[in-house]
């Protein structure tokens, strides 16, 4: 049975149905985000919860234990090693004794200095010995910050090993009254290999993800709540220390700051979406429709047009990217092809007019991009049911209606989160940016923004400019990296909530 | 069949429309092709250009020779290339583990970790990988591993996150029936026979394609590359020392090497990809359709 508002729907005239699909569509914005903050307030209100229940479970088990459970709340591993699970309390006995002496030597110092991130910095002082002044180093902000993080990373473990420590004491505790028997040592081993297999396998992947990414990212977030940069390097030169907002309010101007970067920020965010929306679609369109030309029937050599293409995709980047670069400069082969040919007399400005650089840079993302779209296409347009066509045909359906009813949906349901990444992707696209155009041609009013930002910088490459521009301003950087990182999580996020084909994972297995 | 004579004449009528669109799409194929191939063209023929070393308005070289490929010889670009083939060679063989290794656990084993594992990953990917560049330029500097020495340091890079581009591998493994795995652990193999001896063996297109993108990647990146060996010529890969090349104070005397150094990098590559091109393929398109 169709329910009132699907007749409604069907009812509508023909032209009205756009509309209020998109009224739909933009009604469920709200609605979205509603369900994203409300999964927000319940994962905080679990994890409280979860602490709670956490903590008097602790308390339960302190009551109920033996002297054994109660010694492992001091002594980690007690009661494992007291029950004859060596191995594991040799661990827990080993994270504690290290935890202790690292505290005590260093972690300690790391962790009062954080809130300061250092006190004395470099000194002119005078040297008896030789007689005159030197430089003497002392506080080093950037090795406070970072081991600061990376402390209170093993505060963490440590507390989180610790309550394993005591719920391994309760449940050993209670299986012996109850006259189970435990895992030896030599049934955790063999568990690595077995039930307990994914630990060995993630141990690796997992440690890597945490040092080279993890930690990382926190630290350059907390570094946009410091003013370090070029001039504050945290030790050669001079220390940097927390400011707050301040790095914020000059990008967004809920403050008063200077509004270069607001004002820069608004345009390459602007630029940034540009290049995506159409590096994305135009891509997409046209490696379909190039991939239907090559797979329509009575069209000979298709495995030679595909393989032109796909040669493309195996030479690295960078070469095709220069290359081309240089054959749209001002004296390069275009330029110099169509003046040969008299078409034009003066060269034109490919890459000296922002428009000019802005739509060039589109076209040869085209180029650059159509050959694995083509790909992609092929492999799916492939598995389209083919007595669908059939019996569209019979129906006398023209090839447009089979394209626009048939191929296009189907494509855009597969493809779909297929077409999210690409987006995100192409917002974060620094190689075809950088090393067509270097962001380029300068746009002079943004001169203040750190680096020479030009009118085709995506906010990477902008990023990018000013880590390695002559002021070094990181602390800049890490803002607009917090940035990229909310405008792309709220795209995400909206399209998340409209994607039909964000399918149970399970149903694919 | 009543309709037969205007579906006979309808079908007459599509095969000389049929007839016309074909050819249509002969031409823009075929024109296509030509744009597609011609700046890989032209750049084999400004390599082979002996009378100018700059860059010129004109494809077709006066003089040909060898010149700039010897020439080559007198520079670091045999030296980057080695460093890229090095980078390229440890990258293959290390990713490919790792992101074997945490696609098939998280297609495979359902641990309690699992969902909030998956989502924190997806939720790490969306920050720019290029912002913890600038802590880990500085904490790799302090281990020697940047400059000069830049080639552990950016293969440490490369790998060590590498774990969370395990979508398109999980998405293969996803395919593989389960029952498989159920039907060796009844006989009584532990789950890693299970992968060593059934999995495995069976996962060939998807090794191939992780190790071939995985030995493409250093080949082409920039970014990194570029920040880790910071000015120095000694570390460079050679997407860093060939662009070098192409700033204004070099480019006169060293565009037609730059077109001859991006020769000699491509030809293996491509050669490569090339021959394992229907894996690559495979991985591609199921990749996309798995999301």
Redesign the interface.
């Known amino acids: 049975m169709l329910s009132e508002r699907e007749i409604n729907y069907l009812r509508m005239p023909r032209w009205q149905k756009p509309f209020w699909r998109l009224g739909q569509g933009l009604a469920a914005i709200p609605k979205g985000f509603g369900r994203f903050f409300a999964g927000i307030g319940r994962g905080i209100a679990g994890f409280f919860k979860g602490v709670g229940e956490n903590i008097a479970d602790i308390g339960r088990t302190f009551k109920n234990g033996n002297a054994v459970t109660k010694g492992s709340f001091v002594v980690m591993g007690l009661a494992n090693m007291c029950r004859g699970q060596f191995l594991r309390g040799l661990l827990f006995l080993l994270m504690e004794a290290v935890f202790i002496v690292y505290m005590i030597t260093t972690g300690g110092y790391w962790l009062s200095m954080l809130p300061s991130l250092g006190l004395v910095g470099p000194q002119e002082e005078y040297d008896l010995i030789l007689d005159t002044y030197v430089t003497t180093y002392h506080d080093n902000s950037?090795k406070i910050l970072?081991y600061g993080v990376l402390t209170i990373f093993f505060i963490i473990a440590f507390i989180v090993t610790w309550r394993m420590n005591v719920k391994q004491a309760k449940i050993s505790q209670e299986m012996i009254e109850s006259g189970h028997r435990l895992k030896s040592s030599g049934d955790d081993l063999?568990s690595l290999?077995?039930?307990g297999?994914?630990k060995?396998?993630?141990a690796?992947?997992?440690t890597?993800?945490l040092?080279?990414?993890?930690m990382?990212?926190v630290?350059?977030i907390l570094?946009a709540f410091t003013n370090y940069d070029g001039t504050h390097d945290g030790y050669f030169n001079s220390l940097f220390h927390w400011v707050g907002m301040e790095n914020f309010n000059q990008v967004i101007t809920w403050g008063s700051g200077s509004t270069v970067y607001s004002a820069t920020f608004g345009e390459v965010l602007t630029w940034t979406l540009i290049w995506a929306f159409f590096a994305t679609f135009t891509n997409y369109f046209l490696g379909i429709f190039?991939a239907m030309?090559?797979n329509?029937k009575?069209?000979r050599f298709k495995k030679g047009?595909r393989?032109?293409?796909?040669?493309?995709?195996?030479?690295?980047?960078?070469?095709?990217l220069?290359?081309?670069s240089?054959?749209f400069?001002k004296?390069?082969?275009v330029?110099?092809?169509l003046?040969?040919m008299g078409w034009i007399t003066t060269a034109l400005p490919f890459w000296e007019q922002a428009n000019w650089a802005r739509i060039t840079i589109i076209l040869v993302n085209i180029?650059i991009g159509i050959?694995?779209l083509m790909?992609?296409a092929?492999?799916?347009l492939m598995?389209i049911p083919a007595d669908l066509y059939e019996s569209a045909r019979i129906d006398g359906a023209s090839p447009w209606k089979q394209f626009s009813k048939i191929t296009l949906p189907y494509m855009l349901f597969?493809?779909?989160?297929?077409l999210l990444?690409q987006f995100?992707g192409n917002m974060?696209n620094?190689?075809v940016i950088?090393?067509l155009t270097t962001g380029g041609p300068t746009n002079p009013a943004a001169s203040g923004a750190s680096g020479a930002v030009g009118y085709t910088d995506l906010?990477?490459t902008w990023?990018?400019k000013i880590?390695?521009g002559a002021e070094s301003k990181?602390y800049m950087?890490?803002v607009v990296?917090i940035l990229?990182?909310i405008v792309?999580?709220i795209i995400?996020l909206i399209v998340y909530n409209f994607l039909p084909?964000i399918k149970n994972e399970e149903d694919?297995? | 069949m009543s309709s037969g004579p205007t579906l006979e004449k309808r079908h007459m009528g599509m095969t000389a429309a049929?007839r016309l669109s074909?050819t249509v799409?002969?031409i823009?194929?075929i024109v296509?092709?030509i744009?597609?191939?011609a700046?890989?063209v032209?750049?084999v023929m400004q390599s082979f250009r002996v009378e100018s070393t700059w860059?010129?308005?004109?494809?077709m070289p006066q003089k040909w020779g060898f010149d700039n490929y010897i020439a080559l010889g007198k520079t670091d670009f045999w030296h980057w290339y080695t460093n890229t083939f090095i980078i390229a060679l440890f990258t293959a063989a290390l990713q490919t583990?790792?992101?074997l290794?945490?696609s098939?656990?998280l297609s495979r084993?359902r641990?309690k970790m699992r969902q909030p594992l998956m989502k924190f990953?997806l939720?790490?990917g969306?920050?720019?990988?290029?912002?913890?560049?600038?802590?880990?330029y500085?904490?790799l500097k302090d281990l020697g591993m940047t400059q000069d020495n830049a080639v552990p340091g950016l293969i440490?890079?490369y790998?060590?996150?590498?774990?969370?581009g395990y979508y398109v591998s999980k998405?293969f493994f996803?395919?593989v029936p389960?029952a498989l795995d159920e039907a060796a652990r009844i006989d009584g193999a532990?789950?890693?026979?299970v992968?060593w001896k059934i999995i495995l063996p069976m996962a060939k297109p998807i090794v191939i394609y992780t190790i071939l993108t995985a030995f493409?990647g250093p080949?082409?990146d920039?970014?990194f590359a570029r920040?880790i060996s910071m000015n120095s010529t000694a570390g460079m890969n050679?997407?860093v020392g060939?662009?070098s090349w192409?700033t204004l104070d070099q480019i006169n005397s060293r565009?037609t090497m730059?077109?001859a150094g991006?020769v000699i990098?491509?030809i293996p590559?491509?050669i490569?990809?090339?021959c394992l091109?229907r894996y690559?393929?495979e991985g591609?398109?199921?990749?996309?359709?798995?999301?």
């Open positions: 950037f970072l063999r290999v077995d039930e297999f994914y060995t396998l993630l690796l992947p997992l890597g993800i040092i080279f990414t993890v990382p990212i630290f350059m570094v190039v030309m090559i329509k009575g069209i047009f393989t032109i293409l796909v040669m493309t995709i195996a030479i690295p980047q960078f070469i095709s220069l290359y081309v240089k054959m400069a004296n390069g082969i330029n110099g092809f003046m040969d180029w050959p694995y790909l992609v092929t492999g799916i598995n597969i493809t779909g989160p297929y990444t995100t974060n620094f190689n950088y090393l906010l990477v990023l990018f880590t390695t990181y950087a890490s990296g990229i990182f792309v999580a995400t084909s694919f297995q | 049929n074909n799409i002969y823009i194929l296509m092709s744009i597609w191939l700046p890989f032209f750049i860059m010129t308005g004109y494809v583990v790792i992101v290794c945490m098939y656990t084993f641990f990953m939720i790490l969306l920050f720019p990988g290029m912002l913890t560049m600038i802590i880990l500085r904490v440490l890079v790998i060590a996150s590498s774990g969370m998405g996803d395919t389960k532990t789950r890693a026979q992968l493409m080949w082409g920039f970014v920040y050679v997407a060939l662009q192409l565009y730059f077109c991006g990098v491509a590559v491509t490569l990809f090339m091109q690559y393929v591609v398109t199921g990749g996309a359709v798995k999301g």
